[in-house]
Protein backbone atom coordinates (compact mmCIF):
# COMPACT_ATOMS: atom_id res chain seq x y z
CA UNK A 1 0.00 0.00 0.00
CA UNK A 2 1.08 3.03 -0.94
CA UNK A 3 1.49 6.84 1.10
CA UNK A 4 -1.46 8.21 -1.37
CA UNK A 5 -3.57 4.84 -0.71
CA UNK A 6 -3.58 5.61 2.77
CA UNK A 7 -5.11 9.10 2.35
CA UNK A 8 -8.44 10.35 1.34
CA UNK A 9 -9.13 10.53 -2.81
CA UNK A 10 -9.46 13.93 -4.23
CA UNK A 11 -12.98 12.86 -5.69
CA UNK A 12 -14.19 15.65 -8.08
CA UNK A 13 -17.74 15.60 -9.84
CA UNK A 14 -16.94 17.13 -12.48
CA UNK A 15 -20.65 19.28 -13.99
CA UNK A 16 -20.90 20.18 -17.35
CA UNK A 17 -20.63 23.77 -16.68
CA UNK A 18 -17.12 23.01 -15.41
CA UNK A 19 -15.61 23.46 -12.07
CA UNK A 20 -12.01 25.04 -10.72
CA UNK A 21 -10.56 24.43 -7.62
CA UNK A 22 -7.23 25.78 -6.05
CA UNK A 23 -4.94 23.65 -4.42
CA UNK A 24 -1.38 23.43 -2.90
CA UNK A 25 1.45 21.53 -3.42
CA UNK A 26 4.26 21.33 -1.18
CA UNK A 27 7.53 19.38 -1.75
CA UNK A 28 9.34 17.37 0.21
CA UNK A 29 13.45 16.50 -0.18
CA UNK A 30 13.76 13.36 -1.09
CA UNK A 31 14.30 10.71 1.61
CA UNK A 32 17.52 9.20 3.47
CA UNK A 33 17.30 6.55 0.60
CA UNK A 34 17.66 9.29 -2.18
CA UNK A 35 14.08 8.15 -3.12
CA UNK A 36 11.60 10.82 -4.12
CA UNK A 37 8.66 11.28 -1.29
CA UNK A 38 5.05 11.71 -1.71
CA UNK A 39 4.38 15.25 -2.03
CA UNK A 40 1.57 16.61 0.44
CA UNK A 41 -1.50 18.07 -1.84
CA UNK A 42 -3.69 20.03 0.25
CA UNK A 43 -6.92 22.00 -0.40
CA UNK A 44 -6.49 25.84 -0.35
CA UNK A 45 -9.36 27.02 1.04
CA UNK A 46 -9.61 24.51 3.95
CA UNK A 47 -5.69 23.38 4.83
CA UNK A 48 -6.55 20.35 6.94
CA UNK A 49 -7.64 18.47 3.61
CA UNK A 50 -4.99 16.31 2.68
CA UNK A 51 -5.49 14.37 -0.73
CA UNK A 52 -3.84 11.04 -2.14
CA UNK A 53 -5.42 9.65 -5.48
CA UNK A 54 -7.26 12.03 -7.41
CA UNK A 55 -10.29 10.80 -9.24
CA UNK A 56 -12.74 13.06 -11.96
CA UNK A 57 -16.42 12.14 -12.19
CA UNK A 58 -17.48 13.50 -15.14
CA UNK A 59 -21.30 13.42 -15.16
CA UNK A 60 -22.51 12.44 -19.02
CA UNK A 61 -20.95 15.91 -20.36
CA UNK A 62 -17.50 16.82 -21.38
CA UNK A 63 -17.00 19.58 -18.31
CA UNK A 64 -14.09 20.66 -18.04
CA UNK A 65 -11.74 20.45 -14.52
CA UNK A 66 -9.32 23.98 -13.75
CA UNK A 67 -6.91 22.69 -11.29
CA UNK A 68 -5.05 25.86 -9.90
CA UNK A 69 -2.00 25.09 -8.43
CA UNK A 70 0.32 26.70 -5.94
CA UNK A 71 3.72 25.69 -4.92
CA UNK A 72 4.74 25.99 -0.99
CA UNK A 73 8.20 25.71 -0.01
CA UNK A 74 7.88 25.57 3.22
CA UNK A 75 9.11 22.25 4.12
CA UNK A 76 12.23 22.40 1.80
CA UNK A 77 14.02 25.61 3.50
CA UNK A 78 16.83 26.77 1.44
CA UNK A 79 15.36 25.73 -2.17
CA UNK A 80 14.33 27.59 -4.84
CA UNK A 81 12.06 25.01 -6.80
CA UNK A 82 9.70 26.33 -9.37
CA UNK A 83 7.70 23.84 -11.58
CA UNK A 84 9.24 22.57 -14.76
CA UNK A 85 8.43 24.53 -17.82
CA UNK A 86 8.88 23.01 -20.87
CA UNK A 87 7.80 25.54 -23.22
CA UNK A 88 6.07 23.63 -25.56
CA UNK A 89 4.15 20.46 -24.79
CA UNK A 90 1.59 21.39 -22.65
CA UNK A 91 2.67 19.24 -19.72
CA UNK A 92 4.79 21.86 -17.75
CA UNK A 93 5.15 20.82 -14.00
CA UNK A 94 4.69 17.06 -14.34
CA UNK A 95 5.72 14.00 -15.77
CA UNK A 96 3.29 11.89 -17.79
CA UNK A 97 3.71 7.27 -17.18
CA UNK A 98 0.87 6.55 -18.70
CA UNK A 99 0.08 6.45 -22.87
CA UNK A 100 -2.60 8.56 -23.20
CA UNK A 101 -2.26 11.32 -20.67
CA UNK A 102 -1.96 14.28 -23.26
CA UNK A 103 -5.20 13.65 -24.72
CA UNK A 104 -7.07 14.88 -21.83
CA UNK A 105 -4.48 16.66 -19.53
CA UNK A 106 -2.83 20.01 -19.82
CA UNK A 107 -0.81 21.43 -17.81
CA UNK A 108 1.06 25.28 -17.98
CA UNK A 109 3.39 26.96 -15.33
CA UNK A 110 2.51 30.21 -14.32
CA UNK A 111 5.03 33.11 -13.68
CA UNK A 112 5.32 34.70 -10.53
CA UNK A 113 7.77 37.18 -8.81
CA UNK A 114 8.77 33.81 -6.95
CA UNK A 115 9.28 32.07 -10.19
CA UNK A 116 7.24 29.67 -12.02
CA UNK A 117 5.28 28.31 -8.64
CA UNK A 118 1.91 27.95 -10.33
CA UNK A 119 0.50 25.34 -12.19
CA UNK A 120 -2.37 25.74 -14.28
CA UNK A 121 -4.00 21.86 -15.01
CA UNK A 122 -6.72 21.56 -17.34
CA UNK A 123 -8.51 17.88 -17.50
CA UNK A 124 -11.22 17.15 -19.74
CA UNK A 125 -12.91 14.15 -20.76
CA UNK A 126 -12.77 13.41 -24.55
CA UNK A 127 -13.44 9.91 -25.31
CA UNK A 128 -15.81 9.25 -22.38
CA UNK A 129 -13.67 5.83 -21.49
CA UNK A 130 -11.88 5.89 -18.10
CA UNK A 131 -8.68 6.18 -17.65
CA UNK A 132 -6.44 5.47 -15.41
CA UNK A 133 -3.57 8.03 -15.08
CA UNK A 134 -0.16 7.94 -13.44
CA UNK A 135 2.09 11.27 -13.18
CA UNK A 136 4.74 12.66 -11.05
CA UNK A 137 4.91 16.05 -9.97
CA UNK A 138 8.23 17.84 -11.35
CA UNK A 139 10.20 21.00 -9.95
CA UNK A 140 13.44 22.06 -10.55
CA UNK A 141 15.86 23.58 -8.63
CA UNK A 142 16.47 27.28 -9.91
CA UNK A 143 20.16 27.53 -8.83
CA UNK A 144 21.07 24.21 -9.74
CA UNK A 145 18.47 22.87 -12.32
CA UNK A 146 18.16 19.51 -10.25
CA UNK A 147 15.26 18.06 -11.04
CA UNK A 148 12.75 17.07 -8.13
CA UNK A 149 9.58 14.64 -8.41
CA UNK A 150 7.43 13.01 -6.00
CA UNK A 151 5.50 9.57 -6.41
CA UNK A 152 2.63 11.25 -6.85
CA UNK A 153 -0.92 8.99 -7.46
CA UNK A 154 -2.89 7.53 -10.05
CA UNK A 155 -5.68 10.08 -10.41
CA UNK A 156 -8.84 8.57 -12.13
CA UNK A 157 -11.70 9.62 -15.00
CA UNK A 158 -14.74 8.24 -14.91
CA UNK A 159 -16.87 9.22 -17.81
CA UNK A 160 -20.86 9.55 -17.52
Not at 58 to 76: P, Y
Not at 103 to 129: C, S
Request: charged share 25%; proline share 8%; net charge negative.
Amino acid sequence: MSKCDELPVLDIEVPGCGKSLDLVLKPLNPGDDGKPQYWPLFNQDSPDEHFGNMRFRFCGERGLVKLNITLDLSEVPGRELEFSHCWRNGLDGIIALSPDFKHQFWARARWTPQGYTKLVIWIRDREEIPDNFSFLWLCEDVETGMHFVSGDPNAQIDPR
